[in-house]
């Protein structure tokens, strides 16, 4: 199992950044696709960002260039580097992390941005 803990969410300004982080509770270079996913409110979990063990990243359209996906395998945590936020960026992120084919969640982290 992997067990998942983030941090970082709170209330910005548009135009303004957040660094979240997401601590696993096992060593991460055994697992191969980790992530970040975004629930707006009143809507579905949609990917944000994913980050393969070999540091190949995928963005949704709508944060490519604003956000950043990184890993740090030595310390077993994953970022979400947000610049120029824009309100329809707020609502819950969620750390993600599939391991031997099963899909691992955190609690959530709360992001709002304000306009």
């Known amino acids: 199992q992997v067990q998942l803990v983030e941090s970082g969410g709170g209330l910005v300004q548009a135009g303004g950044s957040l660094r979240l982080s997401c601590a696993a509770s096992r060593s991460i270079p055994s697992i191969n696709n980790m992530g970040w996913y975004h629930q707006a409110p009143g809507k579905q979990r949609e990917l944000v960002a994913t980050i393969g063990s070999g540091r190949s990243t995928n963005y949704a359209d709508s944060v490519k260039g604003r956000f950043t996906v990184s890993r740090d395998n030595a310390k077993n945590m994953v970022y979400l580097q947000m610049n120029s936020l824009k309100p329809e960026d707020t609502g819950v992120y969620y750390c993600?992390?599939?391991?031997?084919?099963?899909?691992?969640w955190g609690q959530g982290t709360q992001v709002t941005v304000s306009s």
């Open positions: 993600y992390a599939r391991y031997y084919y099963v899909d691992y």
